[in-house]
């Protein structure tokens, strides 16, 4: 393993002990909320805290783009990080949730880490050196055609979102495929794509650190990973298609007519 992905482990399950020592106390959490179905917890800042301090003591030099503490420092090194994605499953005790860290090198992702501390599995990636969980080498799945797929999906759930825009794509993508599932947590959902118990995943409108560790470990386990219209672009517009190559062109066409909208 290589020894940035080595902190960047050593940091998630530094994270991962602080959120599961508060699982069985989730009525004594406060919880914010930053906007409309947007919380934030004790937990959140905390576990980002102690991210960011094992990230520091190891690489003083580097910078940080962090969920809650946003931009810090400048640096051909930035670590992005959220300290809990699927935080409204947490304090609902619905165990989908994850510490997510990636790092990028002069704009390139370099290294990723997905924790779920809830089932303790780590996944784990680092460019051209594919992606693992729990060392175990990962694939995307081997599924041909989207009417046999099983794709992961994300809901709108902010004002400045077009709900109704996203429910005909939504709409679409039951029609064509075996399921869709919200699980409620992207970084996770994007993990699940590499380890193949997703055949693809769609989703608007997310932020640099639900993606980033995701769609470094899909490339790595042989997956593709784009935007509404297969290009790059998809981390500063947080609107990201992934999948197996045969899946992700599938699913190209069937939300083309949407991308114009997205753009």
Do not use: C
């Not at 020894?3 to 009525?27: F, Q």
Request: aromatic letters at 8%; proline letters at 4%.
């Amino acid at each position: 393993m290589h020894p940035m992905l080595n902190i960047a482990v050593r940091a998630a399950r530094n994270a991962g002990r602080i959120i599961n020592r508060h699982v069985g106390h989730i009525d004594n959490l406060s919880v914010d909320l930053k906007q409309r179905n947007d919380f934030v917890t004790d937990v959140d800042r905390q576990a980002e805290a102690e991210i960011i301090a094992t990230l520091h003591r190891a690489y003083p030099d580097h910078a940080f783009l962090a969920e809650e503490s946003g931009q810090r420092g400048e640096s051909d090194y930035v670590w992005i990080i959220d300290p809990l994605d699927g935080t409204t499953n947490f304090i609902h005790g619905f165990p989908q949730f994850a510490v997510s860290i990636a790092l990028q090198h002069n704009q390139r992702l370099e290294h990723a880490v997905i924790y779920n501390p809830a089932s303790d599995e780590l996944f784990t990636a680092s460019r051209g050196q594919g992606a693992e969980l729990n060392n175990r080498r990962l694939r995307v799945s081997r599924q041909k055609l989207l009417s046999g797929s099983l794709i992961g999906t994300g809901f709108p759930y902010r004002d400045d979102q077009n709900l109704e825009r996203y429910l005909d794509t939504f709409r679409q993508m039951v029609s064509a495929t075996a399921g869709v599932r919200r699980p409620g947590a992207a970084a996770l959902d994007l993990a699940y794509v590499a380890a193949g118990r997703l055949d693809g995943f769609w989703e608007m409108g997310l932020k640099p650190w639900d993606i980033a560790a995701g769609a470094l470990m899909i490339r790595e386990a042989g997956g593709l990973v784009g935007n509404l219209r297969g290009e790059e672009g998809w981390l500063d517009s947080g609107n990201i298609v992934a999948g197996n190559p045969k899946v992700f062109h599938a699913m190209l066409q069937l939300l083309k007519p949407s991308a114009e909208h997205y753009d």
